[in-house]
């Protein structure tokens, strides 16, 4: 007979119940994991969704989702001419806020040329973009509807399809417009603006001499190009090696250029590893809790055990038996919490405001040290009943 199963089997109730919760906690620790692996996915998602191979940015910059770049539209003109350039698309990226449903809604804008690179990957209902202006693909993390329609600033724009799974670092969806629309949106000035640089101007033309007569109103226009873009997507012909031709393009346009995996690599190290530090302080935290709760619980079991114990010792049952005892009970235990916790982040992952990305290796890990943390906090109750008298089973 198993004597840890029959003292389980014993106080059933109560052993399932102290399961249950730290199956809890194990779950806290799933969730975790999986916010992380989902902060990784969500800012790599908006790095692959192209598919190009280089990134070409301002001087001096580590690309559009980490510091501010700005690329003149026609630059990609330059870069089509060099070996190994197969397709090249000037990309606008902009993050906005607007209230929506009486909601604060956040959009990763992208804005691209129709036909060319950084358009939605796929379209999950609706239809893609067809018109130059005024329409929008979002993500459909966004809950929002086809046909609906948003104002940003001077522009309205409708909702024509949604695609899936693309968002920004921080989670936001992504929504697509042209390009056109995306500079609009980002570099034409306002009105106000406008009229306040040629105030500005017209009185810095005043104080040279030689530039009195010149009109304010008359440069403005070459003062107020949007032809602007913040990042040209270069995709390459399948033989030409990307960091060649990054080189290639450096050299000759004087501007940043970072191949896909750079990128990625950048986003994954720099912008979400703070976050990543702190999510892992939060498992250790959690993981040193469950250790002191499970010790607790199996010395407490021993505790209440005391006097079957020392009657076993005088029925002469070797120490084995007992230390097995003991720890079968805290490994079933373990396990039972394990499988609760899996249980239920399987069943309420979805509802996470953020994405949860569930991954086997992190399952493993996790079930890897709560097997370990089992067996180290089954010493405390081992100790316990190696140490209990065989006399006191003839205890009053």
Excluded at 270 to 291: C, G, K, T, Y
Aim: contains cysteine; hydrophobic residues 50%.
């Amino acid at each position: 007979m198993n004597l840890a199963l029959h003292d389980v089997e014993y106080r059933l109730g109560r052993f399932i119940l102290t399961a249950v919760g730290l199956g809890l906690l194990l779950t806290t620790v799933m969730a975790m994991n999986g916010i992380y692996a989902g902060m990784v996915e969500d800012a790599l998602s908006i790095v692959r969704a192209p598919k190009v191979d280089l990134w070409v940015v301002q001087k001096d910059t580590n690309g559009p989702f980490a510091e501010s770049s700005r690329v003149p539209e026609d630059l990609y003109r330059n870069i089509l001419t060099v070996s190994g350039v197969s397709e090249a698309s000037p990309v606008a990226y902009q993050l906005l806020q607007i209230e929506h449903q009486e909601k604060i809604l956040r959009l990763q804008v992208i804005g691209y040329r129709l036909g060319g690179l950084g358009g939605p990957p796929a379209i999950a209902a609706g239809r893609p973009i067809l018109k130059n202006r005024y329409e929008m693909v979002v993500d459909r993390k966004a809950s929002v509807s086809l046909g609906t329609q948003f104002k940003f600033g001077r522009i309205t724009l409708e909702v024509v399809g949604l695609t899936e799974g693309v968002v920004s670092n921080s989670g936001d969806s992504a929504a697509f417009i042209t390009l056109e629309d995306a500079q609009e949106l980002q570099f034409l000035k306002s009105n106000e603006a406008i009229r306040n640089d040629r105030v500005r101007l017209q009185s810095d033309l005043s104080e040279n001499p030689q530039l009195a007569g010149v009109s304010a109103e008359n440069l403005s226009s070459l003062l107020q190009s949007s032809h602007i873009a913040n990042v040209i997507l270069v995709r390459l012909e399948s033989w030409a090696n990307a960091e060649e031709v990054a080189k290639s393009i450096a050299r000759w346009t004087h501007y940043n250029v970072l191949t896909t995996q750079q990128q990625e690599d950048f986003l994954a190290k720099n912008v979400i590893e703070r976050a990543r530090q702190q999510i892992l302080l939060f498992r250790i935290i959690l993981l040193v809790v469950a250790a002191v709760i499970i010790a607790l619980i199996i010395y407490t079991m021993t505790l209440e055990k005391t006097r079957d114990i020392a009657t076993l010792k005088i029925i002469g049952a070797p120490n084995s038996k007992i230390v097995g005892l003991i720890l079968q009970q805290s490994l079933i235990l373990g396990f039972l919490g394990f499988v609760f916790g899996t249980i239920i982040i399987s069943l309420t992952y979805e509802y996470f405001p953020r994405r949860l990305v569930l991954l086997v290796s992190d399952q493993i890990m996790v079930f890897g040290i709560v097997i370990g943390i089992c067996i180290a906090a089954s010493g405390i109750g081992i100790h316990k009943a190696l140490s209990i008298d065989a006399t006191t089973a003839m205890a009053g």
